[in-house]
């Protein structure tokens, strides 16, 4: 002090803690669900960190590059969510599991990967049909036999094919494709 007298000195520990990695997850969609077809699916990425989270990504397992994005966080932030999104391929067959990565980057560099999440799709397409043979319309004679073939696809298979016939004449019959057919 002003007045010279002096104290013992003071020791004061002072915690160094290294800049640590991010944290990162995926708020939503939960892992397991289905989506149908053409669906769009809006992915909450959320990011954490000590100093600040500077990059967020994602990317959608659909195979297409549009699926897959990374957006810079400025200013960084401590807890931020970003918002992705993609469509479900509409050709994708139905029991896909799609997965949906994610990951985080901090402001020294340091990037960490989410726990990837599993989206499943489900059919929502209709099968295509098409009838040769016959028409609509068509007169049979008494007596005679006449021939329809019935051809479907369908990306998630074609289980059976039910047929029915209306008029003088009348039939319904349903044939189960064994195993099932694309």
Do not use: K, Y
Not at 141 to 161: E, H, L, N
């Amino acid at each position: 002090d002003t007045s010279g007298n002096r104290g013992s000195p003071a020791a004061v520990d002072v915690p160094v803690v290294a800049d640590r990695p991010p944290a990162v997850s995926i708020a939503a969609p939960a892992d397991g669900l289905q989506f149908a077809n053409g669906a769009r699916v809006t992915v909450n990425v959320r990011g954490t960190d000590d100093l600040g989270v500077t990059r967020l990504a994602f990317r959608a397992g659909t195979g297409l590059p549009q699926d897959a994005a990374s957006r810079a966080v400025s200013p960084a932030c401590l807890d931020c969510v970003e918002n992705f999104v993609f469509n479900v391929p509409v050709d994708a067959a139905p029991g896909t599991t799609i997965p949906i990565e994610a990951s985080a980057v901090d402001g020294r560099g340091q990037t960490t990967a989410a726990t990837v999440v599993n989206v499943t799709v489900v059919d929502a397409v209709a099968p295509v049909v098409a009838i040769t043979g016959a028409t609509t319309g068509a007169r049979v004679i008494p007596g005679r036999s006449a021939t329809a073939v019935v051809t479907a696809q369908d990306p998630g298979a074609i289980a059976s094919i039910t047929f029915t016939v209306a008029g003088a004449a009348t039939l319904n019959e349903t044939r189960t494709v064994t195993p099932p057919q694309n």
